[in-house]
């Protein structure tokens, strides 16, 4: 039986899963017998006590008297948010600095390799105090504050923006708009006649433009930040700590996606742009509807990366007080509460599944991209 190749192979995988299952056995035996020599309980009913400590940023009602399982949501959607918002900024200025670094322009060129280097060598931590302590700290107080227009305010208590509310008739407008883009976006891959498909698109507008009017008189108020005494009232407060952790890992991350980025581009064979100048197509055309599309297929797997780093990146927020995940529930709650293993258990899992929902979008987005062959 052992010269079995199939039954050797079984028989080896079965001892390796019974090892590891009793290690696991032998891991959480010790773990609960020393919780037990020190007096402290485990399971999650500490998620039902008062707090009883603030919180600088919740998108959601927060109060003192809210409960532990709060504190997990409220820093769970700050953590959400600065991934989200950097992920964004990053792709966008990644994508820009990647394009530069290929530039027929010598200074630009040599500008996009320059960031490159110099931001891409630095720790990341570095960049989050340089940009809390050495840049946002010195900004003017409210007083004084640098003002964009009439509507956006800079100072050292954080960015000031116009707060947008929509009425409920404004978000039918707006779900409306949305169905009828969606729907003439369906029309576009299954039409074929270019006269059909533009006939579509001016219907589509036509009936675009009441909504759109009726949505700039009356469908939402703009809410301008006004200053009260010694700080803004109204409008959308971003604090500090989140615009320096926004700024620190959307440069950082931008650096590594504009290599991503570079290297995709070149790995397109330049028979195709030479194909495409041929036709007379426009350098900008070239790009996005030639190369771009093709380098795509290299792009997305390591770019991927990149976003799962910038989000498990964002739990450095705490060493600047950004009200994230760690800094508020594997923080504050475990400090106060001492269920290291379920509030940290807790963490770990939140970090996990947004990287897997990140990987899985992106894999799926991939699949789309990826060049089918019969």
Same mark, same amino acid.
């Given at each position: ?116 280097? !110099? ?6 931590? %570095?960049?989050? @105090? #340089? *940009? ?5 700290? &010195? +900004? ?60 579509? !698109? ?6 675009? %433009?009441?909504? @759109? #009017? *009726? ?5 939402? &108020? +703009? ?152």
């Amino acid at each position: 039986m052992w010269r079995n190749v199939r039954l050797r192979g079984l028989f080896i995988q079965v001892i390796v899963i019974a090892l590891l299952l009793l290690a696991g056995g032998w891991i959480i035996h010790n773990t609960l017998n020393n919780l037990e020599s020190r007096g402290i309980t485990t399971g999650f009913g500490f998620l039902t006590q008062q707090a009883g400590f603030g919180i600088i940023q919740s998108l959601v009602p927060y109060d003192e008297s809210h409960t532990f399982a709060r504190t997990f949501v409220v820093g769970l959607l700050n953590t959400l948010l600065v991934s989200f918002l950097g992920i964004i900024l990053a792709t966008v200025l990644g994508f820009f600095i990647g394009i530069a670094r290929l530039s027929s322009n010598w200074l630009l060129a040599r500008l996009a390799g320059a960031y490159i280097e !110099v931001f891409r060598n630095i720790p990341l931590l %570095l960049q989050i @105090l #340089f *940009w809390y302590f050495a840049v946002l700290a &010195v +900004l003017p107080s409210p007083r004084q504050s640098l003002a964009l227009g009439d509507s956006i305010f800079i100072n050292i208590r954080g960015l000031f923006v116009p707060d947008i509310t929509v009425h409920q008739f404004g978000l039918l407008g707006l779900a409306t708009l949305s169905m009828l883009i969606i729907w003439q976006g369906l029309r576009k891959t299954a039409l074929k006649d270019h006269g059909q498909l533009l006939k579509g !698109v001016a219907a589509l507008v036509l009936m675009a %433009l009441p909504w @759109l #009017f *009726w949505l700039a008189t009356d469908g939402f &108020v +703009l809410e301008k930040p006004v200053l009260k005494g010694f700080n803004f009232t109204g409008g959308i407060q971003l604090l500090p700590e989140l615009c320096a952790l926004l700024l620190a890992l959307s440069i950082y991350t931008a650096a590594f996606i504009g290599e991503v980025v570079r290297s995709g581009i070149e790995s397109v064979s330049k028979g195709q742009t030479e194909a495409a100048q041929a036709l007379g197509l426009k350098d900008s055309k070239i790009l996005s509807k030639v190369v771009i599309p093709q380098a795509m297929r290299v792009i997305i797997p390591p770019l991927t990366n990149q976003y799962l780093n910038l989000a498990k990146n964002s739990s450095l927020a705490t060493a600047i007080g950004y009200p994230d995940l760690v800094n508020v529930f594997a923080g504050t709650t475990l400090n106060q509460t001492g269920q290291a293993v379920e509030v940290i258990a807790m963490t770990m899992a939140v970090y996990l599944t947004m990287s897997l929902l990140v990987s899985v979008f992106m894999n799926l987005y991939n699949r789309r991209m990826a060049l089918v062959e019969r």
